[in-house]
């Protein structure tokens, strides 16, 4: 492939490159308010088939469908059920991806052969202005996981997407850093009770607060059997969004530099994973940290986890998933 090309997010010029080049069947990577996605026409088969070379992604994990409007992500699927109208209303645009059966329109490419398909409205405005400019073209939405190879730490930055993926896709449009930092929450609206199949910056307390008001109840089946929750959510995999340095992780504080003290004794090269008290400056920082630790490839990076509460938990589960061995 020729070279990756920057586009910025805040030019004209940019935004209709981008639309072009999506038009055509490229692959753009595009920011949105979680991590940087590695976008395609979701209508496209060939174009999505670029996405997975391009990420060295197996085909049969599925992708989530991005689309500018709710009423867009109607038409993608067979059947929208209340529990998906309930909070899509509460939580869209935003980091929130919702599970249904999907319809004729989406090709199975996007959904890896599944009856299923994941859909998001997200909350980045350069997103959703390209989103709504692609609608009136006749795209029903864009393709994109994660804009990283696969297995390894998602971007939050431009400039992340290039160290990963420069050479290998069309373009990057730059829209800035994110500032949800992690990935979007997933909850599964086929299954009663409804489940979530993966934590992320919509947290679960406060969808439980929208369900209660109705008779929906929700179930987190995504730390549970790992194998069951493999086979609901592909990609889900244990040793997901790793450094190369090895992870290790802490309850507090006061292990982690117990661990630190007999580490350096051993003569081991250490680094210490910021930990912001602030639970949104952490999830914020989280990926951006956990690559500047990795730069040296230390022999061990640190990382003390947040309270299990609000984004503590998807930044539990990341860290748990980077941690675990290979
Ligand atoms: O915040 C996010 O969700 C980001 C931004 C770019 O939107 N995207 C993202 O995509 O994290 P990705 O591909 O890295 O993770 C999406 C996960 C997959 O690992 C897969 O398990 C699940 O969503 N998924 C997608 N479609 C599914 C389906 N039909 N059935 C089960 N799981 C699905
Ligand atoms: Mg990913």
Request: hydrophobic share 45%.
């Amino acid at each position: 492939m020729t070279a990756t090309r920057l586009l910025s997010g805040s030019t004209e010029e940019g935004l209709d490159a981008a639309v072009e080049i999506l038009v055509s069947g490229g692959v753009v990577a595009l920011p949105t308010e979680t991590v940087y996605g590695l976008a395609a026409d979701a209508g496209n088969e060939s174009a999505v088939h670029k996405i997975f070379a391009s990420k060295g992604r197996p085909t049969t994990h599925p992708l989530i469908a991005h689309v500018a409007d709710p009423a867009h992500a109607r038409v993608l699927a067979a059947d929208w059920p209340a529990s998906a109208e309930l909070l899509a209303e509460a939580f869209w645009p935003g980091p929130l991806t919702l599970l249904v059966e999907k319809s004729d329109a989406v090709p199975s490419a996007v959904t890896g052969g599944r009856s299923t398909v994941a859909i998001r409205v997200p909350a980045h405005p350069i997103m959703l202005q390209l989103l709504s400019r692609l609608h009136e073209k006749g795209v029903i939405g864009l393709a994109a996981p994660s804009a990283n190879r696969f297995g390894s730490i998602s971007p939050t930055s431009a400039q992340h997407v290039l160290d990963d993926l420069d050479g290998l896709i069309d373009a990057v449009l730059d829209g800035g850093e994110c500032n949800v930092g992690v990935e979007s929450t997933i909850i599964d609206c086929t299954n009663d009770p409804l489940r979530v199949l993966r934590p992320g910056g919509v947290p679960t307390e406060r969808i439980e607060a929208v369900l209660k008001a109705s008779s929906l109840d929700l179930v987190e089946s995504f730390d549970t059997a790992t194998d069951k929750t493999e086979a609901i959510a592909p990609g889900m995999l244990e040793s997901h969004y790793a450094p190369e340095s090895r992870l290790e992780i802490f309850e507090t504080e006061e292990q982690m530099h117990a661990r630190l003290s007999e580490l350096n004794a051993e003569g081991s090269r250490c680094v210490v994973l910021p930990h912001p008290t602030n639970v949104d400056d952490y999830s914020r920082t989280l990926y951006a940290n956990l690559r500047v630790c990795d730069v040296g490839r230390p022999d061990v990076i640190l990382a003390v986890l947040p309270a299990a509460v609000g984004l503590g938990v998807a930044i539990r589960d990341r860290l748990r998933k980077a941690s675990a061995a290979r």
